[in-house]
């Protein structure tokens, strides 16, 4: 059974495009996979908003800052602000995946293409992060709320009651467009890398080992460039989704790019990579995990449907 599900694996280029519910079912099994696998690591998050909302010079790394966390707080501490996450991830790469075969169709069909190309992988890429984004930002600004040092929120319901009854719903789409960028250039990374990681490696027809291999090591390259490319992003993301408003005054962290600006001018360059070991320790061999599931996933669905989809 299993052999026989590889080789459908193999063969998905060639065969017709599956459905959409069916990208959108195996990105949320690719998901919950993913979160599983690094589930240990969740502390990891908590680690690395502590490190993005640091203002000034860093005070301590990654090995620091854990340590700080444990010491002053205690363990649990490191998985305050997990809830959302865990909650997040199922539909959150469901929309990913399933977006990222969509914008794919959508652009090879109005381009003329009949196979993907390095070009549309990457802006198949960004249009699937862009819709992401719109799903995942009220479940960002819980995470970062809770995770906040100087936090005093019950939890993630306390902190969407409080959100609601001071800023109105809409306060829940705080940081929206440093949101939108940061998934836009994290996918954009990730499945352009993709395709050309797999242009460079033995072809996946060479074994079914090949086949896993190819496309576990071309996701994680993905994830790793992926997190380089939108990291200052997200620092920006935190800082704005951390901010705590004061009626009449404007806050200091409001817009993208100028935030981009304000932190490189006060703090240097290295500030807009806070938080970037954490981040990319999780997020490359994620990137890995999410693509090999998937595949396999979708290799499942294409045997269980048969004709014309294998």
Known sequence: MLGAVLETFLLTEQTTALPFIANFA????????EILTFYPLG???QVKTRMQL??????????????SIVREEG????????????????PKRAVKFAANDFWGKTYMGLSGDSKMTQ?????TGCSAGATESFVVVPFELVKIKLQDKTSTFAGPIDVVKQVIRKEGPLGLYAGMEATFWRHLWWNGGYF?????????LTPAEASLQQCLFNNFVSGSVGGFVGTVINTPFDVVKSRIQGTVK??????????????????MREEGPAALYKGF????????????????????????FRKALGPPYI
Request: glycine share 14%; net charge positive; proline share 7%.
């Open 119 to 123: 070009q549309l992988s990457i802006l």
């Open 277 to 300: 070991l954490p981040k990319v320790l999780r997020l490359a061999p994620g990137g890995g995990v999410l693509l090999l599931v998937v595949e396999f996933t979708l290799g499942v």
């Open 26 to 33: 195996a990105g949320a099994i690719a998901g919950v996979s």
């Open 54 to 67: 640091e203002t000034g010079k860093a005070k301590h790394g990654m090995v620091g800052t854990l340590s």
């Open 43 to 45: 502390d990891m998050t």
């Open 75 to 90: 363990f649990g501490r490191l998985y305050r602000g997990l809830v959302p996450p865990l909650l997040l991830e199922a």
């Open 246 to 263: 004061v009626p009449g005054v404007a806050p200091k962290y409001n817009w993208t790019y100028p935030a981009l600006m304000t932190i």
């Open 192 to 200: 352009g890398c993709i395709h050309q990681v797999r242009s460079m």
